[in-house]
């Protein structure tokens, strides 16, 4: 059989020199060529035609919407993210633009190897770090393997957002329908839709959404913790 070829993204010039040594002794991988930003990779896309993308989507000259990009530059290549400490909204958006696979940069080697040759053979592979930090947030971690997900960018109403911080800040949604001039059963319907476009189970992972998302202020939660 031939190697996998296996195109490396990584802004990071250590991160290039580190990876390509994990698969140069590789008889399963071969890696041919390594883009250091979001054009660099498109080009390279069209020029290889990999089997496996391993990036950073979070390094700098990168964004999730590469991902989907270079799939449907180059459709049959398979994507899997590379980063140091991601949050369950970056795991979230990288998966949504159409990522296969997610591990942690501080993975064990034998990990990330079998991470890019498992995406190749078409299985989804999360390493056990991420789906830790996934079912911390109160995300369903399992649907992320067994499911297959939408290319389609997460985006919230500016309504859903409104509700959101309203959520955030311990409000029932008798008051919130009050406060928006709602039907309580209008924002039950929005809060399911808001869970569903999330990927989350818990109203805990909503708050959390929206606090690192500026929706909501930590401070509220600091100040009211011993009331």
């Known amino acids: ?133 996934l079912r911390r947030a109160g995300h369903d971690a399992e649907r992320f393997i067994a499911e297959p997900l939408s290319c389609a960018p997460v985006t919230l109403s500016e309504r859903e957002c409104e509700i959101i911080g309203l959520i955030a800040e311990g409000k029932s949604y008798t008051r919130i329908a009050d406060q928006l001039h709602l039907s309580a059963h209008t924002i039950t319907t929005h809060r399911r839709n808001i869970m569903q476009k999330l990927g989350v189970n818990s109203t805990a992972a909503v708050v959390l959404y929206a606090v690192r998302n500026g929706l909501a202020s930590p401070n509220h939660f600091l100040f009211n913790a011993g009331q």
């Open 1 to 133: 059989m031939s190697p996998i070829k296996l195109l490396l993204a990584d802004h990071g010039e250590l991160a290039i020199v580190g990876l390509r040594a994990v698969f140069e002794v590789s008889d399963q991988v071969q890696v041919v060529g390594a883009a250091r930003d979001g054009i660099a990779l498109q080009a390279l896309l069209v020029r290889h035609r990999p089997d496996v993308v391993l990036m950073d989507h979070v390094s700098g000259g990168f964004s999730a919407r590469d991902i989907r990009d270079g799939i449907k530059r180059s459709r049959r290549t398979r994507f899997v993210a590379i980063t140091h400490d991601p949050s369950p909204m970056m795991v979230l958006h990288a998966v949504k633009a159409g990522a296969l696979g997610y591990v942690k940069k501080d993975c064990d080697l034998k990990e990330i190897h079998d991470a890019v040759v498992s995406t190749a053979a078409g299985d989804r592979y999360f390493c056990g770090k991420v789906l830790e930090t």
